[in-house]
């Protein structure tokens, strides 16, 4: 299935629907650009207008409020009363989480959604592949990192800005035994972020390589069958053993990532964009005294 892009294009491209006809570029990519009409181009004075409604005007966020005096003096805490909170409404999978990094010296940035599967004293934990993934590649270079959680059913958002560390192999070991079978023969598998090549075999490649992983621990099937589609988010509660069947260690190169938080960022939609937004920033630099959390600043920004 393809998306249409084109109402977005059209966002991005904005500014080149004021240009008289005569002076767009003559890019073939202009091809795909959804302009607005001639007979209703603005003139250089006029606000340029969308042919194409690309959302829903305006919306309006009034569900809930946040003032100083409710919160935690510690952002995890108050993530956590949050995140219970999502829970209860219930938000469609809370734990859902843009995850940024950024290469170092090149300073190129990229983005992903990740799971959050542990929130302990020390900070946001993630699980993923540390060998291929570009999200390795980032943090060889760059520890510093950044989450952005968006509920939108109670409005609202969360930021987190930290440094990576990675978590000790009997840590991730302990979450790794949890997963279905299935994740634990795909994490074995997959070479994260690697090109399939079409001429090679495609997704043919991906499903030799769960073979040969199956193979080599004994069982089979369920990681073929997240192979063809079933994978991301199912992967709570162990698999049933099976006779042949091998106890399936974590790969080294697998395993946990803890963002270690020096700024966390409530925000709350109200009306009108006059949103509640809270701050936690350090104010002992690191983490305290013997790993412990430390202690926060708390400041409300505008919106
Ligand atoms: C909802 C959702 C949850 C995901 N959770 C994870 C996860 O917990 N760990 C992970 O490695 N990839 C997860 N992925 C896949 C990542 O978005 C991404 O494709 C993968 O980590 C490779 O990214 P990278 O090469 O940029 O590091 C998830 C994707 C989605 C859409």
Redesign the pocket.
Known sequence: MRLDLRPVLSLLHAPTMSRPASTTPKDPASKLICKTPLSHQPLPHQKPQLTTPVAPPDPQYHLSTLSLPSLSPSPLTQFHTWYQSALSHPVH?PE?VC?S?AHLPSGSV????????ELDARGFV????WG???????IASNVQASLAFWWREVERQVRVEGRCERLGREESEVYFLTRQRGSQVGAWASR??VVLREEEGGRGVLEGWVREVEERFGGGGEAEAEAEGKG??K?EGKGEGKGTEKEIPCPEFWGGLRIVPSMVEFWQGRDSRLHDRFRYTRVDGEEGVEGGEGKWKIERLSP
Do not use: C, F, M, P
């Open positions: 999978q859902t995850l990094t990229s983005s992903r959604y990740v799971y959050l599967k993630i699980y993923s592949n291929t993934s570009r999200k390795a590649y980032d994260q972020s991301e988010g992967e």
